[in-house]
């Protein structure tokens, strides 16, 4: 049942993660810590965010191949940016077996609710291609640092952060974040597997539900008006922070 539950929750991350460019982390996280506890299988923080680093490169994988078909990923683009966000990815895994949940549950709450405000700022302005800000590269080794202090694959930062400092339009942004989050969790889920924190069942329910969901959702995105893009990219980054800002503050 847990592992059945965990696949149904890697599809629907899959399909949402390659809609909007984001690894599945950011539904995987709060919903495997919301479901598996309610089917008798306890699950950390920590353990969550393991096993969301596998829905990260299973979104890179599957979703990189649709968007590279349909010659939407800017391949030099993420080739040059990636490095800055594996050296975050490798300092974010290290910090997540430091800080306290709390902790890292309320940076992950701002950094969404700090997209979604720019996204939505942004959501007039014609979308064509400008000239890159000198603020792009530290831009992306932070949103390298919040996926694998997060277990997200970055697109929650690396979507705004290329198309506002990048000047990088909003679906090549999407479909080249996720070119780029596969690389960068690689290096991610090997500092959390070796900290002991991966559970393996459902690690690869997870991989394999986003595998398909991905593929369904890369089909998707491109029907999906760049306005409406920026508008359910925001609606669900919102929604996932008062989940988590209700979790860990609400009680306390």
């Known amino acids: 049942m847990v592992v059945a539950a965990t696949l149904l929750i890697g599809v629907i991350a899959g399909i949402l993660g390659a809609i909007l460019g984001l690894g599945g982390g950011v539904v995987v996280v709060p919903t495997l810590e919301f479901a598996l506890p309610r089917l008798g299988h306890p699950i950390t923080l920590q353990q969550a965010i393991a096993v969301s680093q596998f829905s990260v490169l299973a979104v890179g994988l599957s979703g990189a191949a649709a968007y590279l078909k349909q010659g939407l990923v800017q391949a030099r683009t993420g080739y040059l940016l990636s490095p800055y966000t594996i050296l975050g990815g490798t300092v974010g895994s290290v910090l997540v077996l430091i800080l306290p949940a709390r902790t890292v549950a309320t940076v992950f709450a701002a950094l969404l609710l700090y997209s979604a405000y720019n996204l939505l700022r942004a959501m007039k302005r014609v979308e064509t291609q400008r000239p890159e800000s000198a603020w792009l590269r530290p831009g992306m080794t932070f949103a390298g640092v919040m996926s694998g202090l997060l277990g997200i694959g970055g697109g929650t930062v690396q979507v705004p952060v290329m198309n506002l400092l990048g000047g990088i339009p909003i679906r090549q942004a999407i479909a080249t974040s996720t070119f780029i989050m596969g690389l960068t969790a690689v290096a991610n889920a090997m500092i959390q597997q070796a900290a002991g924190m991966l559970d393996p069942r459902l690690a690869c329910a997870i991989a394999l539900g986003v595998l398909v969901g991905a593929r369904l959702g890369a089909g998707l995105q491109k029907r999906i008006p760049d306005r409406e893009l920026k508008f ?14 209700w979790k860990y503050w609400g009680a306390a």
């Open 232 to 245: 359910f990219f925001s609606l669900l980054l919102v929604f996932t922070a008062g989940q988590l800002l």
